[in-house]
């Protein structure tokens, strides 16, 4: 069960912008955020919600999609996430976070994936401008954005060819292409 889970749990960028996200569902999954662990039990993290459209749309101004298709901008209009959260360090509790962020954001999209909703963490941000537009007081630092809706594309886990490339691509019925290493290759002993 958990094996089908993160195997369903791929990177999506593109959605049915139509269906909305509560905003007790956000809360859902932040609680599973909660849950998980925190270096030194710190728990310096902090999330802002967003599943209003006018709100998507400033975040959706303030972040970059997927680095290995050159030619794409992101998703149109229709396409875009439902919903965001943005992953935030507080400051006046820690100046480090560690990995903390990257465990909370696949707590929150493994919840997603059972939900039946698709997510994608987003490093390419332009944090302080990001954080400006949506009045996030100076003490968070903004560490990931989450972007989530209903998935409206098609994502297949493929082998890494003989010539190692592991980049991402899309076919020419828009199927998201996504190599991995074999576990064989993973393991060292």
């Known amino acids: 069960m958990m094996k089908e889970i993160v195997a369903r749990n791929r990177s999506y960028r593109r959605f049915h912008q139509e269906m909305s996200i ?4 956000l809360k859902e999954l ?3 955020a909660r849950l998980s662990a925190s270096a030194m039990n710190l ?5 802002y919600l967003s599943c ?7 975040i959706f101004q303030h972040i970059g999609w997927a680095a ?11 396409e875009r996430p439902s919903a965001y959260i943005i992953i935030l360090g507080d400051t006046e509790i820690s100046k480090a ?4 962020h990257g465990i909370a954001a696949q707590s929150i999209l493994l919840g ?18 990001l954080s400006q537009a949506l009045g996030i007081p100076p003490r968070y630092e903004i560490l990931l954005v989450i972007a989530l809706g209903k998935p409206k594309e098609n994502v297949v886990i493929d082998s890494v060819k003989a010539d190692g490339n592991i980049r991402y691509w899309r076919d020419s ?12 290759d993973i393991i060292i002993s």
Not at 43 to 47: A, E, F, S, T, V
Not at 173 to 184: E, I, T
């Open 112 to 129: 997603a994936t059972e939900k039946g909703l698709g997510g994608c963490m987003i490093a390419t941000v332009r944090r302080q401008e």
């Open 68 to 78: 290995y298709l050159k030619d794409w901008p992101g998703p149109a209009e229709g």
């Open 173 to 184: 019925q828009g199927v998201h292409h996504v190599p991995k290493r074999s576990l064989d």
């Open 22 to 25: 509560e905003l007790d569902t």
């Open 30 to 32: 932040v609680d599973l």
């Open 43 to 47: 728990q310096p993290l902090k999330y």
């Open 97 to 100: 976070f560690g990995c903390d």
């Open 52 to 58: 209003e459209p006018q709100k998507n749309t400033l």
